[in-house]
């Protein structure tokens, strides 16, 4: 497992975990520091997007500085390519942080709000072992909030982005041959003032999470060919950004989000029956959180947040399934200390 963070000036860094070394040995570096990779983001909201392609390999991207798109890559043998210190440029002139998807170990679709006054949606695709350059897509204004892409199999891309004067939500997906709709997008309505964030469990499923205008968390459902209308979550809760969104069960997506008392908030939804747990609040998990949350699930059953705090540090949280706790029992652990943003 591994964390990307930028500092406060927007350096990357690293820090990765091994499960296999004894519990005091875990984390790398073994310090509460993180290991700077090179370069330097421009300094949007998430500006690092990391994916998995397959149990070998780790890509991330940034927007850089100068506003192209840099990409960097490892396999196991944890040995960064081009090295540790450089990255790929891929050009193109971005006014947002990249968002990635992948549906097979040879393939991977990035997505970018292009330059302003256009901010058109723009695609570069990795196929097998090939670049490709950046398509456009059909020009409509985008708001600088990074698009968000799904995949649900081999061929398919949803990707959503919201709308620079409606705050609304826009799609389009790709079936393995073409793009639908076909000069287009398709406005799926709301009112959003985050980037989305959105999440596939199976074949036909899709569900999308924004901030609206009313700081309450808003949800939208696709399923058996049809979207559902948009429904809010968060109760009296009112949400600073975008929530993370995870499943390390079967048919149940966790949803974390950062309130305005700055406290780690948590809710869980089963796909099957429409239920949330808890059913119109969230949980409180912790307080003093000083940024959004980020989770991943690294196996089944197990899952782990992470969030900057307000004692400057980088906290992390793991929940176990089986046992039903949060670890540590209070507080957070400690991965590393310094300025984030």
């Avoid at 990707?159 to 639908?180: E, P, S, T």
Wanted: glycine fraction near 10%; charge should be negative; hydrophobic fraction near 35%.
């Amino acid at each position: 497992m591994e964390v990307f963070a930028l500092d406060t000036e927007a350096y990357p860094n690293w820090k990765y975990r091994n499960s296999t070394a004894s519990a005091a040995n875990q984390w790398n570096p073994e310090n509460k520091t993180l290991e700077y990779i090179g370069g330097a983001s421009a300094p949007f909201e998430y500006g690092i997007a990391a994916i998995t392609r397959d149990a070998q390999n780790v890509d991330i991207f940034v927007t850089g500085s100068d506003l192209g798109l840099y990409h960097k890559s490892h396999s196991t043998d944890l040995e960064w390519i081009p090295s540790q210190g450089l990255w790929e440029r891929h050009g193109g002139n971005c006014s947002s942080a990249p968002s990635v998807a992948s549906w097979s170990p040879q393939r991977l679709d990035v997505f970018v709000i292009g330059e302003a006054p256009t901010s058109q949606l723009f695609q570069m695709t990795w196929d097998d072992s090939r670049w490709g350059g950046w398509v456009g897509h059909p020009a409509a204004s985008m708001s600088t909030h990074a698009p968000a892409v799904v995949s649900w199999g081999p061929g398919r891309l949803d990707v959503f982005a919201l709308g620079a004067n409606d705050h609304a939500l826009y799609y389009r997906y790709y079936d393995g041959k073409q793009w639908y709709p076909d000069d287009s997008l398709t406005n799926l309505g709301g009112f959003g003032t985050s980037r989305p964030v959105a999440i596939s469990l199976q074949q036909g499923r899709i569900d999308v999470f924004m901030r609206g205008g009313d700081a309450d968390i808003w949800h939208k459902a696709y399923s058996n060919s049809t979207w559902f209308d948009w429904t809010p979550i968060s109760g009296r809760k009112d949400i600073q950004t975008e929530p993370a969104i995870v499943s390390c069960v079967d048919g149940v997506i966790d949803v974390f989000a950062w309130d305005t008392s700055n406290s780690l908030l948590h809710k869980r939804l089963n796909i099957s029956t429409g239920a949330w747990t808890p059913d119109k609040d969230f949980d409180k998990l912790r307080d003093g959180l000083a940024g959004p949350p980020s989770a991943v699930s690294d196996g089944s059953g197990s899952l782990h947040v992470f969030a900057y705090m307000q004692a400057g540090d980088l906290g992390h949280l793991r929940w176990n399934e089986s046992s039903k706790t949060w670890s540590p029992g209070t507080g957070v652990d400690s991965l590393g200390v310094g300025n984030w943003s």
